[in-house]
C-alpha cells in the first residue's frame, strides 16, 4: 500500500461538499461530504495526494471538438488521477474515463419554495372541489323537484328551492306541511343539509382562521405549465449534464425546459448549489418569480432536510432521469482497485449516510437567523382586509340587489295603481 505514488485528485471547491482550506505545511485541509469520504480513502490506503480544481469550475461536458471541459478534461488529458464530485456515470464520460461502484444513486429532481397563502377572490369557493359542488347543487335541484311532485301546485318551484337553499344555509326550514306526511324524504334533506353545512362550516373557519396555501408545483409537467406561463424560472447546475438530459428526453415538456434553461442561462454554480440556491434573485422586469431548482435529492435534504426548512421547501417526489455517482478515474490508472474496495466498505458499513448527515446538522446549525430568513414563505399572522375581501364584495353585491329589487317593487307599486 505504501508503494503508491502521490495521487492528484481534481475536484470542484463546494461549500459542505469538499471544502479546500490551505495549511501551513503544504499539505490541504479538506472538509465536507465528498472530502471526508476521500479522505477516509487515502487514510486507509496511506496515499499521499494533493487536490487540484479545474478553471472553468464546471463536472465536465464534451464539447464539439472531442475535448472535455471540467473535472473530466482534467481526467483525459492525465492532469489528476482521480475526480470526485459526485460524478455521474453517462455513457458518453464512460469511454473517456473509468469510474468506481456506485456509491449513490440519484434522479433529476427539483425543489421550490412553497406557495405563499392565497389572496385570490372568491377564494371560499375553493374549500370544496368541483365535483363536491356539483353533487350538492344537484341534490338541491332533485330534491327540490320530488318535494315539487309530493305537494303539486302548493309550492312554486322556487320558493322550495329557496327554502332548501336556506336550510343549508342553517335557517329553519319553512315549508307547507304537506310535506311531513313524507318524513324519510324530510329528514333525509334536513341530515343531509347538517352535514354539509357543518363541514362547509368548519372549513370556512379554518380558512379564516389561517388561510390556506396555494398549490405548489409538483411534478415537471406543472413546473413547465407555470415556466410557459412566465410565473416560474428554473435553473441548473452549470456544466452538469442536466440540461442535455432535459433536451433529450421524449417528454415534450421536458424538452421545454431544457430549451428555456439555455435560452435563458438560467445557470448556478457548483458553489452556488450548496449554499442556499434558492435565494431571491433579482429579475430583470422586476416580476415576482418562483425559481426552482434542478438537483439530486442528496443535496435539497442536505440543505433543507433539518429545522425549519422542512416546512419551507417542496422537494418533487417525481424525477426525470436516474444516474449513477461515482469516483472517476484517468484511464490506465493502478489503484482503481484498491480504491474501488474501500469504498465498498464505506457504503456497506453507513460511513458515507453519516457524512451526509453530520454535514446536514452542521450546515443548519451554521446559519444566522439572518439567513434562515432568506427562505421564508408567510407565517401565522392576523386576519386582513384581503382575506376578507370577499365576504365585503358578497356583503355589497346583496346590499345592491336588495337595494335594486326595493325599487323595483317601489316602481310596479307605483304603475299599479
Avoid at 472553468?56 to 492532469?79: A, S, V
Avoid at 453517462?90 to 421550490?112: N, Q
Avoid at 435553473?235 to 424538452?255: D, I, N, T
Wanted: net charge negative; proline share 2%.
Amino acid at each position: 500500500m505504501s508503494s503508491f505514488n502521490k495521487w492528484t485528485i481534481a475536484t470542484l471547491n463546494r461549500s459542505r461538499l469538499f471544502e479546500i482550506y490551505s495549511n501551513s505545511d503544504g499539505m490541504p485541509n479538506i472538509y465536507g461530504i465528498e472530502g471526508e469520504l476521500i479522505k477516509s480513502i487515502v487514510s486507509k490506503l496511506n496515499v499521499e495526494y494533493k487536490i487540484v480544481t479545474p478553471a472553468d469550475e464546471q463536472y465536465g461536458i464534451e464539447l464539439k471538438d472531442g475535448n472535455w471541459t471540467g473535472i473530466i478534461g482534467m481526467l483525459h488529458r492525465g492532469e489528476a488521477d482521480i475526480g470526485i464530485a459526485n460524478l455521474g456515470i453517462y455513457e458518453d464520460r464512460y469511454g473517456t474515463v473509468d469510474f468506481t461502484s456506485p456509491y449513490m444513486i440519484e434522479g433529476m429532481h427539483f425543489c421550490l419554495l412553497k406557495s405563499a397563502y392565497r389572496d385570490e377572490l372568491f377564494v371560499f369557493l375553493h374549500l370544496f372541489d368541483f365535483s363536491t359542488w356539483m353533487f350538492l347543487l344537484g341534490s338541491l335541484f332533485i330534491t327540490a323537484t320530488v318535494i315539487l311532485i309530493i305537494l303539486k301546485e302548493r309550492e312554486t318551484f322556487s320558493s322550495i328551492m329557496l327554502y332548501l337553499f336556506g336550510s343549508l344555509l342553517s335557517q329553519t326550514l319553512i315549508i307547507h306541511k304537506g310535506i311531513y306526511n313524507w318524513k324519510i324524504i324530510f329528514t333525509s334533506w334536513l341530515l343531509f343539509a347538517f352535514v354539509m353545512s357543518s363541514a362547509y362550516s368548519g372549513e370556512l373557519l379554518s380558512f379564516l382562521t389561517l388561510p390556506s396555501e396555494a398549490k405548489t408545483v409538483e411534478t415537471f409537467q406543472e413546473l413547465a405549465e407555470a415556466v410557459a406561463k412566465g410565473s416560474h424560472r428554473v435553473y441548473a447546475l452549470k456544466g452538469s449534464q442536466f440540461v442535455s438530459a432535459l433536451k433529450g428526453s421524449p417528454e415534450q415538456h421536458l424538452r421545454f425546459l431544457g430549451k428555456m434553461i439555455e435560452k435563458n442561462d438560467w445557470y448556478v454554480t457548483a458553489d452556488d448549489m450548496t449554499q442556499n440556491p434558492l435565494k431571491k434573485k433579482d429579475s430583470p422586469d422586476n416580476k415576482t418569480r418562483v425559481d426552482a431548482i434542478l438537483g439530486g435529492r442528496y443535496i435539497f435534504k442536505m440543505l433543507y432536510g433539518v429545522g425549519d426548512f422542512k416546512s419551507k421547501v417542496f422537494v418533487s417526489e417525481e424525477k426525470s432521469s436516474m444516474a449513477s455517482m461515482a469516483i472517476a478515474f484517468r484511464k490506465g490508472f493502478s489503484c482503481a482497485p484498491e480504491v474501488n474496495k474501500v469504498l465498498t466498505r464505506i457504503l456497506e458499513a453507513g460511513i458515507y449516510e453519516k457524512f451526509l448527515r453530520d454535514e446536514s446538522l452542521k450546515y443548519w446549525f451554521s446559519l444566522s437567523s439572518d439567513e434562515r430568513k432568506e427562505i421564508e414563505v408567510n407565517e401565522d399572522r392576523s386576519l386582513s382586509v384581503n382575506d376578507l375581501a370577499e365576504a365585503f364584495v358578497l356583503l355589497s353585491v346583496g346590499l345592491l340587489i336588495s337595494f335594486l329589487v326595493l325599487l323595483a317593487e317601489i316602481a310596479v307599486s307605483y304603475i299599479k295603481r
